[in-house]
């Protein structure tokens, strides 16, 4: 049992503050807390010169842009050293033309790793699985992604969790299954009988008194 | 280090900072506008410029050392 703890590190979870690394990345010393004030995407890839990972570096960096607009800094991660990262960067570049604009952690201690739980020992003893933890801007992990090893993430959900976690902590409200910007949200279910009662009156299109969406 | 090479001389990115800190004292956020800069990487640059003695940090806000602006003269 201690050995599968020693193995795993710790498990970070949803509503807990992230957990904070000094670490040493393709952009030099970066601590968690100099990302203070911005969203923050941290997410982890099996190893540098792998085809799946190739294949996300490429899709991460080309939704940079959009992650920008919306305030949020990207931050990758692999047990492997920087001059392996640098190495990798270069080659993407040169080979397909993508330049990598985002920081990349060279975690050869695991030290980050085992303090995020992206070591599942089930998958790999030795490299990271693909997690994507998403930061707010106070340093609180408020969503956590694991993939396995032989599967690449999907962008737009990625970005479809940013817009509907600015919405929500924006608007005081939920979004409901498979909500996209532009669709009506939950209105947050009522505490109270009276409160129950009155919002039957506020307009919203309800299916129930628990269930109501608006226009935002 | 990102913002220093190991020759001692301050990279693009370092020179930026640092240039930026001509017109004196500076918050980082200041500075990642005035240099087109992450504001993580402003952060973690001035840790490194001020380790390097080049800057001063004074409460939230940094300033050239004599080093710094001896260096982008």
Known sequence: MEEVKEQTGHMPRIGEPAPAFEAVTTHGMLKLEDFKGSWLIL????????????????????????????????LGLSVDSVSSHIAWVRNVEEKTGVKIPF???????????????????????????????????????????????????????ILRIIDALQTTDKNAVATPANWRPGDMVVVPPPNTQEMAEERLKQGYECTDWYLCKKKL | MACISPDGKPTESGSKMLRALQAGLKSPEEIAKEASLPLFRVRSGLRELSQAGLAKQRDDRYELSEKGAELIK
């Not at chain 1, 980050?112 to 707010?136: A, N, W």
């Not at chain 1, 992604?145 to 959900?157: A, F, K, S, V, W």
Request: net charge negative.
């Open chain 1, 43 to 74: 997410f982890s890839h099996p190893a540098d010169f792998t085809p799946v990972c190739t294949t996300e570096f490429i899709a991460f960096s080309e939704i940079h842009p959009e992650l920008q607009k919306r305030g949020v800094e990207l």
């Open chain 1, 103 to 157: 920081p990349i952690i060279a975690d050869l201690s695991k030290e980050v790793s085992l303090d995020y739980g992206m070591i599942h020992p089930g998958q790999s003893k030795t490299e990271t699985v693909r997690c994507v933890f998403i930061i707010d801007p106070n340093q609180i992990i408020r969503t956590i992604l694991y993939y396995p090893l032989t599967t690449g993430r999907n962008m737009d959900e």
